[in-house]
């Protein structure tokens, strides 16, 4: 079946404009994750979907930073006015549920944004 | 603090060889650890994972250990092939349930395989 999709795959904007990363699941999975993978660092979390609802977003850096899900679906992930420092490889996770952390993690192959 | 170490942070090796990639963690309440292949350009793909009562468990040509006591893990990988190239990360889940942001990731091992 199909895997986690994610686009673009690789996003070139100007500092200080909004960018918009699409994330689509496996179907059925009704988790959702955000990471980001800057450069020679390890996966940060950015925030966990169950269904439509964000129980956990502490890992958002700023206030520029937003991110919905709809459907239990699509997640799109927003930053605004961006930065240098948000340069970076944003990957896409699902699993079936969650509630689990024995659930496995499926990641999509990423989005690389490069802010000049 | 809540911590993930790898060692080492890059490692060559020839084809056909062995080698043995390490983590430390400092993770607590420790639920499970889980070991991720990555490729240049994707996104991570797990080989294993490890619950507490676990000591070892194979995959293929990857075997990966758990001393829970000590709070260190290993991936061995055996007879190396050159589509073994890639990163290695460690990952240990910190809580059974509830926010998945407990997950804390090492920063990997780049792993290059020479013919």
């Known amino acids: 079946g199909a895997g986690v999709s994610q686009s673009p795959s690789n996003k070139v904007t100007e500092k200080g404009k909004d960018v918009e990363l699409r994330c689509d699941p496996i179907?059925?999975?009704?988790?959702l994750y955000w990471y980001r993978q800057s450069l020679g660092q390890g996966l940060e979390f950015l925030i966990y979907?169950?269904?439509?609802?964000?129980?956990?977003k502490s890992g958002l850096p700023s206030d520029r930073f937003s991110a919905e899900r709809t459907g239990g679906s699509v997640s799109t992930l927003t930053i605004q006015r961006t930065q240098q420092e948000d340069s970076a490889v944003y990957l896409c996770?699902?699993?079936?549920?969650?509630?689990?952390?024995?659930?496995?993690?499926?990641f999509g192959p990423g989005t690389r944004l490069t802010v000049t | 603090k809540n911590q993930v170490e790898q060692s080492p942070q890059s490692l060559i090796i020839l084809e056909g060889k062995n080698c043995t990639l390490q983590?430390?963690?400092?993770?607590?309440?420790?639920?499970?650890l889980r070991w991720y292949k990555q490729d240049t350009g994707r996104g991570p793909v797990s080989l294993t994972i490890?619950?507490?009562?676990?000591n070892t468990k194979s995959n293929g040509r990857y075997t990966a250990t758990l001393d829970a006591d000590t709070k260190q893990s290993s991936l061995h990988i055996t007879a190396s092939q050159l589509s073994d190239s890639a990163s290695y990360i460690c990952?240990?889940?910190?809580?059974?349930?509830?926010?998945?942001?407990?997950?804390?990731f090492g920063k990997g091992t780049k792993l290059s395989v020479k013919p």
């Open positions: 996770a699902s699993s079936l549920d969650g509630g689990r952390s024995s659930y496995e993690q499926y």
């Open positions: 990952v240990v889940s910190k809580t059974y349930g509830g926010s998945q942001g407990n997950l804390i």
């Open positions: 983590c430390n963690y400092t993770v607590s309440p420790f639920s499970n």
């Open positions: 179907s059925g999975h009704t988790a």
């Open positions: 979907f169950q269904g439509n609802s964000a129980p956990d």
């Open positions: 490890m619950t507490f009562s676990e």
